[in-house]
């Protein structure tokens, strides 16, 4: 497996979800590290991460969509291999 570095784009709902414990994800542009064995598996993780994280603190319906929201709206800026 490799080390990625991911510089993600969650400004669009940082607002709704900032009252949540994130960790890693606690800026509207935070930048993780993921390993994985290609760029596509990073993509994913990196989101997935995200979704588990809210649905861990709060599985409310609410949070539910907006992790729907989250998978159209958010971005990944940046990959880097490290």
Same mark, same amino acid.
Not at 40 to 45: A, I, P, T
Not at 65 to 77: F, S, T, Y
């Given at each position: 497996?490799?080390?990625?570095?991911?510089?993600?784009?969650?400004?669009?709902? =940082? /607002?709704?979800?900032?009252?949540? *414990?994130?960790?890693?994800?606690? #800026?509207?542009?935070?930048? @993780?590290?993921?390993?994985?064995?290609?760029?596509?598996?990073?993509?994913?993780?990196? =989101? /997935?991460?995200?979704?588990?994280? *809210?649905?861990?603190?709060?599985? #409310?319906?609410?949070?539910? @969509?907006?992790?729907?929201?989250?998978?159209?709206?958010?971005?990944?800026?940046?990959?880097?291999?490290?």
């Amino acid at each position: 497996m490799k080390n990625y570095r991911v510089t993600l784009d969650i400004s669009r709902v =940082f /607002d709704k979800i900032k009252h949540l *414990i994130l960790r890693a994800y606690n #800026s509207p542009f935070p930048t @993780i590290f993921i390993s994985a064995n290609d760029p596509d598996e990073v993509c994913r993780l990196a =989101f /997935d991460q995200l979704i588990k994280m *809210i649905m861990d603190q709060n599985p #409310s319906i609410s949070m539910r @969509i907006l992790c729907r929201k989250l998978k159209r709206e958010c971005r990944i800026d940046k990959i880097e291999l490290l």
